[in-house]
């Protein structure tokens, strides 16, 4: 997958993992999106790292993955901004 199909792939890992883990989050729908992104590419990255895919196809490994990353980022920046 190029690097326009890990955005979109974040867009909707972003999206499912906000649905998972409703509540009011620091920084609205825009921040929830590139975080959605940036869990994308952590997830795709991990996984890679530890053989349960590759960051060249679209599979539900990687959509998994890319949700679990989304997820912890976004946890993640909900407790570092909560701080502020």
Known sequence: MGI???IALGLIAGAIAK????GKDPGGCIVTILIGIAGAFIG???GTLFGLGT???FSLINLL????GSLIV???????SKKK
């Open 44 to 46: 795709g990255w991990v």
């Open 19 to 22: 649905w998972l883990k409703p």
């Open 4 to 6: 326009l199909s890990w």
């Open 65 to 68: 993955l890319a949700i679990g």
């Open 55 to 57: 960051m060249n196809e």
């Open 74 to 80: 976004l946890i993640l920046w909900g407790l570092i």
